[in-house]
């Protein structure tokens, strides 16, 4: 009964979740569903990040301000949610107690079978374990904040790789989905390999300013619920690369003018309004802003500011923090634009401590309130 409440909840809730934009006939999460029975592994891992997934939900929502209260009262408190919230209450819920419980026992299962499947003759490696690897990056990445998706995401790599030569072999095309997932592998990569030490990077290095690479992203932009606009991505695996480059290897010295130059040039406004929906527009330009000032603070830690430009220097990251923050809270908790800050807000946070300090009392307390929605 309770392996079916959480079928059901992927079905209805997390798979909207999953995406910003839900539309059910391209949902590749959705495409998951009839892949269930090909793979324990998926099946119990489906269960594991909706049980995991509904736990988190009842957390956030008892630590949600009443309404009503004054923004002093809910700045009193500046410990994220998840260290502040009251343990009583956690152990006291057996909601909380079941559904954790379900979603770390599924976890281990669908771990068990798929040391397993991944095992079997690589000729018999179906696509729902592709898939089920896959949600275990989604899962470890998001549920579970531990590093485990580095692994699961190298050989998610590997097996669709392997998929993709399968189907060519047999001139068949590529299922919707496992496109879909190759491409998201390569934005969870590219936005994973910003929050590690530039040594645990994938051995494949991405292209430098790639045409072609940056079609690759565009093909996903909107069906991640990353919500990255695909220019950015493109930027940062551009400087993820540079990490690895010496500081006088002619080929960093030859992009870094040209990133630079087309990352100023990126107009958060013009990419917002290039949507059908007009109603998302202004969302979708809050959301752009967020993750353009982010990706210029990461490089203006990675590469700096060249010699006698204001651009990247530290006084113009100083002045584009607020921005950035303000542009943040500007979206709704109850607008689903609001789960792509995630990385936007990793990056900017560190910086609002500081920021804190020379601060007016008022924009402190909107700060706080950022980091805590962000969390």
Not at 197 to 220: G, I, M, N, V
């Amino acid at each position: 009964m309770q392996c079916r409440k959480y079928i059901r909840y992927f079905d209805l809730d997390l798979s909207r979740e999953c995406v910003v934009y839900n539309q059910p006939s391209t949902n590749p999460f959705l495409a998951l569903m009839p892949l269930m029975s090909r793979s324990r592994a998926l099946s119990h891992a489906m269960i594991s990040i909706s049980a995991f997934h509904y736990t988190h939900r009842m957390v956030i929502s008892h630590a949600q301000p009443l309404a009503g209260e004054t923004g002093a009262a809910q700045s009193e408190s500046r410990e994220p949610w998840h260290l502040s919230q009251n343990r009583h209450w956690q152990t006291s819920q057996p909601r909380f107690r079941e559904s954790l419980r379900t979603a770390l026992s599924y976890k281990q299962t669908a771990l068990e079978h798929l040391q397993h499947e991944v095992w079997d003759d690589p000729e018999r490696n179906s696509d729902a374990v592709v898939a089920a690897i896959v949600l275990f990056i989604c899962m470890d990445v998001v549920e579970y904040g531990s590093h485990g998706w580095n692994h699961h995401l190298r050989g998610a790599e590997e097996m669709v790789r392997s998929r993709k030569l399968q189907r060519n072999k047999v001139q068949d095309g590529s299922a919707p989905w496992l496109k879909y997932f190759d491409t998201a592998c390569t934005t969870f990569g590219i936005l994973g390999a910003t929050l590690a030490p530039a040594s645990s990077h994938s051995s494949l290095r991405l292209p430098l300013l790639d045409p072609a690479f940056l079609q690759t992203l565009r093909h996903s932009e909107n069906q991640t619920w990353v919500g990255c606009p695909a220019e950015l991505l493109y930027f940062l695996s551009t400087i993820n690369s540079l990490r690895s480059l010496s500081a006088t290897a002619p080929e960093r010295i030859q992009v870094i003018p040209e990133l630079c130059h087309r990352l100023l040039d990126f107009c958060p406004a013009t990419w917002a309004e290039d949507f059908p929906d007009r109603q998302h527009h202004e969302s979708r330009s809050h959301l752009a802003h967020a993750y353009k000032a982010a990706v210029e603070i990461y490089t203006s830690h990675i590469i700096g500011a060249s010699p006698g430009q204001h651009y990247l220097s530290q006084p113009f990251i100083d002045a584009a923090l607020r921005p950035a923050i303000l542009h943040m809270l500007a979206i709704s908790p109850e607008d689903f634009h609001i789960k792509s800050l995630v990385w936007p807000a990793f990056v900017i946070e560190p910086l609002l401590v500081e920021a804190s300090k020379l601060w007016d009392s008022d924009t402190t307390h909107d700060e706080w309130r950022c980091s805590d929605l962000m969390q």
